[in-house]
């Protein structure tokens, strides 16, 4: 907090100091629907054999990110997706425990790919593209599926987390 007082038969000379006053007005940003702020996806059940090698990936399923209220004076936005980076493959999201049993129960060897459909994006990376943006309603869709990061993957189950950020433009 800030508190400035006007003192009236104060004058200023060589020994007072001046104060400056900084700041930034900025534009409106988006809201995100409160549909996109916790979300499950179901990515699916896979037997160990469709993972044969490391690399191997499993069928990609879509989700998307709605946002509103954007306002006219934004024209894009850069996201950051957060959690838990794979071992084995820091790119990926790892597998976490998420209430569904014990870190025993957990299967190995595999990890989260994430993608806008174009290209992979990785885990906690610290850059991004610029989305672009309009003024309202807007979409981000974008991929997920289970990637394989070791010759061998052993079977269980297969939850993770992970959070977005978004910086408007």
Same mark, same amino acid.
């Given at each position: 907090?800030?508190?400035? &007082? ?6 200023? +000379? ?7 006053? =900084? /700041? ?11 549909? !996109?702020? @916790?979300? !499950? #996806? ?8 469709? &993972?044969? !090698?490391? /690399?191997?990936?499993?069928?990609? *399923? %879509? &989700? ?25 493959? %820091? ?6 425990? =998420? ?15 994430? @993608?806008? /459909? +174009?290209?992979? #994006?990785? #885990?906690?990376?610290?850059?991004? #593209? +610029?989305? %672009?943006? *309009? ?5 981000? @869709? &974008?991929?997920?599926?289970? *990637?394989?990061?070791? %010759?061998?993957? =052993? !079977? ?8 977005? +950020?978004?910086?408007?433009?």
């Amino acid at each position: 907090m800030l508190a400035l &007082f006007w003192q009236p038969y104060c004058w200023a +000379d060589e020994t007072s100091y001046n104060l400056e006053f =900084t /700041g930034t007005i900025m534009a409106q940003a988006c809201d995100v629907e409160i549909s !996109s702020l @916790s979300q !499950s #996806i179901d990515l699916g059940q896979f037997a160990v054999a469709n &993972f044969p !090698s490391t /690399g191997t990936t499993a069928k990609a *399923k %879509p &989700f998307n990110i709605n946002l509103k209220n954007c306002s006219r004076g934004i024209s894009g936005t850069k996201i950051w997706f957060t959690g838990i980076a794979d071992t084995d493959n %820091p790119a990926l999201l790892a597998l976490s425990d =998420t209430g569904m049993g014990s870190t025993n129960l957990l299967a190995t060897g595999v990890g989260v790919e994430i @993608s806008d /459909g +174009d290209d992979a #994006i990785a #885990i906690n990376n610290t850059s991004s #593209i +610029d989305y %672009p943006l *309009k003024a309202g309603r807007n979409t981000l @869709s &974008f991929y997920i599926r289970y *990637k394989s990061t070791r %010759p061998m993957v =052993t !079977s269980g189950n297969a939850t993770a987390v992970m959070y977005f +950020d978004l910086q408007y433009e």
